[in-house]
């Protein structure tokens, strides 16, 4: 029997997501934690809201069961985090597989609506980087931020070496990075954001072209050989 490659998740993924690793040695940990935050009732008419996570969405609804009626406009980063928001009953005005790119799209089409004094309502968690909203403000478009979610790093030491390593937020790569683990392994990243947090450490990086679980174990398929 040959040698079997060694990846880590750095977060638990599913039974069915696990399939297509079926020919590595895998091993799983979640490296970061998500706490949701106590926020008001939202009650009032939302113009636009921005959400670039699923863990944003859920925090949103689990205090605000019927709040659908409040959003006139919604955006967001991945298919899915769109798919998360139509079981809630929001209709998805636009969707990226980035929050840079998000941003633009953003800034596109709200470029000729300054005279209404449009806002847009990023729901975010403690850690969220900055590119969206410093875009938009660059822009003259105005930003809320409502912090939903907290993001705790479970930093941990592997005492195993791996071939490739699953990144899927800057934060995980942040809580990795803490407890001094090694930057030998490839890095294959859920989106353009993790990706650059890991290209400043790693030497291989690889970027899944959608942002989703199974996206990232079809690359580490088809790269890690």
Not at 30 to 51: D, G, H, S, T
Not at 72 to 82: L, Y
Not at 189 to 199: R, W
Request: charged share 25%; with cysteine.
């Amino acid at each position: 029997m040959g040698y079997q490659l060694k990846v880590l998740s750095t977060k638990k993924i599913s039974e069915s997501q696990k399939e297509s690793l079926a020919n590595f040695e895998l091993e799983e940990e979640n490296l970061i934690e998500i706490q949701f935050e106590k926020i008001r009732p939202l009650e009032k008419e939302i113009y636009c809201a921005v959400f670039t996570s699923k863990n944003a969405v859920k925090a949103v609804f689990e205090q605000n069961k019927n709040v659908p009626t409040v959003f006139r406009k919604v955006f967001c980063v991945g298919e899915k985090t769109a798919a998360f928001l139509r079981e809630k009953g929001v209709i998805v005005a636009g969707i990226c597989n980035s929050a840079d790119e998000l941003a633009l799209l953003l800034v596109e089409e709200l470029r000729n609506k300054q005279d209404e004094q449009v806002k847009v309502t990023f729901f975010c968690g403690n850690l969220r980087r900055d590119e969206l909203p410093s875009l938009l403000r660059e822009n003259k478009i105005a930003v809320e931020e409502i912090e939903v979610y907290k993001t705790t790093l479970l930093p941990k030491k592997f005492k195993n070496t791996y071939d490739g390593v699953l990144f899927f937020s800057p934060s995980a790569i942040k809580s990795y990075l803490s407890a001094g683990n090694s930057l030998e392994p490839v890095a294959f990243c859920v989106g353009n954001t993790t990706a650059v947090a890991a290209i400043m450490q790693f030497d291989k990086v690889y970027v899944a072209e959608t942002p989703s679980v199974e996206a990232v174990t079809a690359l580490v398929v088809e790269n890690l050989k």
